[in-house]
Nanobody, 124 residues
Framework: QVQLVESGGGLVQAGGSLRLSCAAS????????IGWLRQAPGKEREFVATISYSGGRTYYSDSVKGRFTISRDNAKNTVYLQMNNLKPEDTAVYYCAQSYKTVVVTSLKDYNYWGQGTQVTVSS
């Protein structure tokens, strides 16, 4: 059984930075792609960033490209999302999720394990 626990969310002013962490249990973490996804109030959950099993490939949504960086440390079973130059429209609950695929994954339906989420609020 895979468990994912996000941390690092909080309240930040526009232009600020936050670093989210996702700690995973289980022996399969290093075998599969991991993604960060978010859900803003009143909106559907959307893809933010993804990283392949080895960390060699990453992919970002257009809305965060150039501002967010996803990385992973397989020795620590942890994935990170460094978020810089935050904007009010980045306000959302951020989820990490593990896919059953190994390469970058942008479709939410391809993630089969999800964390509980961490709130990120960006004030203007």
């Amino acid at each position: 059984q895979v468990q994912l626990v996000e941390s690092g969310g909080g309240l930040v002013q526009a232009g600020g930075s936050l670093r989210l962490s996702c700690a995973a249990s289980g022996r399969t973490f290093s075998m599969y792609a991991i993604g960060w996804l978010r859900q803003a109030p009143g909106k559907e959950r959307e893809f933010v960033a993804t990283i392949s099993y080895s960390g060699g490939r990453t992919y970002y949504s257009d809305s965060v490209k150039g501002r967010f960086t996803i990385s992973r440390d397989n020795a620590k079973n942890t994935v990170y999302l460094q978020m810089n130059n935050l904007k009010p429209e980045d306000t959302a609950v951020y989820y990490c999720a593990q896919s059953y695929k190994t390469v970058v994954v942008t479709s939410l339906k391809d993630y089969n394990y999800w964390g509980q989420g961490t709130q990120v609020t960006v004030s203007s």
